[in-house]
């Protein structure tokens, strides 16, 4: 039977090397997922993902509130990259947020699937066998908040220009309109995503 680490805020990767003095460059990596900072790879899928959703109203005000892009294209770069970089702040934090929920939430279930399948690696040992559950927890956890932190962010900013432009900003010119809605949305979700989820 796993000795199971206690719970906590950064359960269970602070608890995993408590007891020596000086950590491996796997165990440092492995603590270092907890921190605010994402990698490179991340990174990028943020920023790729940020820069297409906020990219989006461009059509909505060019096709239905007949912008132009020529004349228009400056505003239209200006706000866009301004929203691609609070739209990914949002996916950081939501996803350091939710992460930690989910890999409490998938603890049971990660470790169950991952003692069957290496039950029968009798060479292996107790330490190794709980690290590679440790960094299947983390695998798992890293996945499912990344997916969910874009997908919650971009349908929240996408309703969020709808009902600013549709709605609340109607007696505006389209281009305070657009600079208006984009840049509310856009805010206000890196706003929310300061709070706990």
């Known amino acids: ?36 900072n994402v990698s490179t790879k991340s990174s990028a899928l943020f920023y790729g993902n940020a820069f297409i ?22 505003l239209f770069l200006l706000v866009t990259f301004g929203s691609t970089w609070l739209v990914a702040f949002a996916y950081k934090n939501s996803k350091f947020f939710l992460k930690h929920k989910i890999a409490q939430k998938r603890e049971d279930a990660v470790s169950k699937e991952m003692m ?31 997916t969910f932190a874009i997908f919650y962010n971009n349908a929240l900013f996408l309703l969020l220009v709808i009902v600013a432009s549709f709605y609340i900003l109607t007696s505006f010119t389209p281009a305070v309109n657009y600079t208006l809605s984009v840049g509310v949305a856009s805010g206000l979700l890196a706003l929310l995503s300061t709070g706990s989820m």
């Open 116 to 146: 069957k399948s290496l039950s029968d690696d009798k060479k292996m040992s107790k330490k190794e066998k709980d690290e590679r559950v440790l960094w299947k927890k983390n695998e798992v956890a890293d996945y499912e908040a990344t």
């Open 53 to 74: 959703v906020s990219a989006i109203p461009i059509w909505l005000f060019w096709r239905i509130h007949q912008m132009d892009l020529y004349h228009m294209a400056f």
């Open 1 to 36: 039977m796993i000795r199971r680490p206690p719970r906590s805020t950064l359960f269970p990767y602070t608890t995993l090397f408590r007891s020596k003095k000086t950590s491996t460059k796997d165990e440092d990596l492995l603590l270092q997922d907890f921190s605010r």
